[in-house]
């Protein structure tokens, strides 16, 4: 069994930055693809980026160069490093894990989610 548990949420201005974490707890963490989520009120959730184990990356648009997501396979811990933060950031912020190494932005076919952490940014 994987537990992800998100911190770093906050309200900050437009401008800012944020940087959240995601501790997984298991034994399935090294060999996976993880990710960062969001969604936003009445918003369907939507990928943020993702990093698989050998540390490629993928982002949506809205994000490339503003976000960069990490791992630490050793720590079993994501990150998420946002700068330059807009008020159409603003949502829930949540970390997923797949069982395979296969990556991908879209919210299905995750299999591990944690509660979520909240961004605010006016």
């Known amino acids: 069994h994987v537990q992800l548990v998100e911190s770093g949420g906050g309200s900050v201005q437009t401008g800012g930055s944020l940087n959240l974490s995601c501790a997984a707890s298991?034994?399935?963490?090294?060999?996976?693809?993880m990710g960062w989520f969001r969604q936003a009120p009445g918003k369907d959730r939507e990928g943020v980026a993702a990093?698989?184990?050998?540390?490629?990356?993928s982002y949506t648009d809205s994000v490339k160069g503003r976000f960069t997501i990490s791992r630490d396979s050793a720590a079993k811990t994501l990150t998420l490093a946002m700068n330059n933060l807009k008020p159409e950031d603003t949502g829930t912020y949540y970390c997923?894990?797949?069982?395979?190494?296969?990556?991908?932005?879209?919210?299905?076919?995750?299999?591990?989610w944690g509660a979520g952490t909240q961004v605010t940014v006016s």
């Open positions: 997923a894990l797949r069982s395979t190494n296969l990556c991908s932005l879209h919210p299905t076919g995750w299999d591990y």
């Open positions: 990093i698989d184990s050998d540390g490629s990356t």
């Open positions: 298991g034994d399935t963490y090294s060999g996976n693809c």
